[in-house]
């Protein structure tokens, strides 16, 4: 039997009682460099210690393994401590010094509005100047980012600080707030980038099948950000629009992307599962109804493609950025006719959102990404 048949045998094992023995099998590989395992055993040993999972990513960076500690560090800062510390930027600098461009762009998004952030940004440009394009991030003038090094207690002080955002518009008969600069435009952008290439078209529920099927009403194409379209900044995503809800990560359901080319929409519709038939019923098994809705703005279109509320009489189109959140029922549980929306026809240019349905419990999601990490 070769590695990766070993390895995937041992991966399979790992969630029953053989358990043990896979992760002598995960341990072993891991030893003969085989990178997939190596990060497997460290995802399975952060269930039972993620201290000890932090020490061996580490080590494992110190002999050699690009990408390790950028790993350690996300799983502490988003599934274990949830801050950031010097020690942290250290590694994340390391891995940064390797030419790890992902180590790199969660540097220059940690050090925006900081004397750091041309330091990190002329790196992108020498190493990875295509990258910098497309991010539509402006190039450092000759010698100046050379005048700040990074300063890891600034950077460490600025993430974890527990910024305040007030809304900028306020409708309290659906709970409604509209925050600005929630997102930077380079997570924009990123996220726009990353997503483009594996959006699929939109669909809506179909109740006689419990799967999904095209339909007019929704014309626009989606991804759900699941598996291995996780990475560093949607989990930073996440963690901002469960701060602004002021409720656990864990009761989400996965991000959705949306893009609207022109003439595409979705047309007037809930948010909240309406009806009683026994696919609504399914729906409802896992975490319940959905209680809020989150709308990130990623890119504007030119002309058209605002958020109406149409029984509100209505129309909101923030900049870049921003997160519009609202109720989608009350404390009876009872649906919020007044949060009837719509995404308007795009008249000219692409409009993106991403948004993020919250659900009264912990769902399925939430409980395999955030829940079972924190044994």
């Known amino acids: 039997m070769n590695q990766d048949q070993l390895f995937n045998n041992a991966l399979q094992a790992l969630q029953g009682e053989s358990r043990p023995k896979a992760m002598v099998t995960l341990r072993q590989l891991a030893e003969q460099r085989h990178v997939p395992a190596t990060f497997a055993y460290a995802d399975a040993l952060f269930q039972d210690s993620p201290s000890d999972a932090f020490l061996y990513l580490a080590d494992k960076f110190k002999a050699g393994l690009i ?20 020690d942290d930027l250290a590694l994340l600098d390391a891995e940064c010094e390797k030419q790890n461009i992902e180590a790199l762009l969660v540097l220059i ?183 809020k809705t989150q709308i990130c703005y990623l890119q504007s279109a030119h002309e058209g493609g605002e958020t109406a509320f149409t029984r509100k009489g209505m129309t909101v189109n923030p900049p870049v950025g921003s997160v519009l959140m609202f109720d989608n029922v009350d404390d009876d549980n009872n649906v919020l006719t007044a949060s009837y929306h719509a995404g308007l026809p795009v008249e000219h240019g692409i409009k993106w959102i991403m948004t993020k349905w919250i659900r009264a419990e912990t769902t399925r999601y939430g409980q395999s990404i955030y829940t079972l990490k924190r044994k």
């Open 67 to 86: 990408g390790a500690a950028f790993r350690a560090v996300l799983s502490k800062v988003f599934f274990a401590e949830q801050h950031l510390d010097e």
């Open 109 to 291: 998004m940690i050090s925006e509005d900081t004397p750091c952030y041309d330091y990190y940004v002329q790196k992108l440009w020498l190493w990875s100047p295509d990258t910098a394009r497309q991010l539509t991030l402006m190039q450092p003038v000759a010698n100046q980012s050379e005048t700040h090094r990074p300063d890891f207690s600034l950077l460490a002080n600025k993430y974890n600080e527990n910024s305040i955002l007030k809304p900028t518009l306020v409708s309290k008969d659906i709970g409604m707030a509209l925050y600005q600069n929630v997102l930077s435009p380079m997570m924009c952008r990123h996220f726009v980038l990353k997503f483009n290439p594996h959006m699929q078209p939109s669909l809506i529920y179909d109740p006689k099948t419990g799967g999904g099927k095209p339909n007019s009403v929704r014309t626009s194409t989606y991804l759900q950000v699941n598996g291995m379209h996780i990475d560093w900044f949607s989990l930073e995503a996440e963690k901002r629009l469960a701060a602004l809800a002021g409720l656990p990560a864990s009761r989400g359901e996965p991000l959705s992307v949306l893009k609207y080319e022109p003439n595409q929409q979705y047309k007037p519709h809930y948010d909240a599962f309406v009806g009683e038939d026994e696919a609504v019923k399914a729906m409802l098994e896992d975490g319940g109804q959905r209680v």
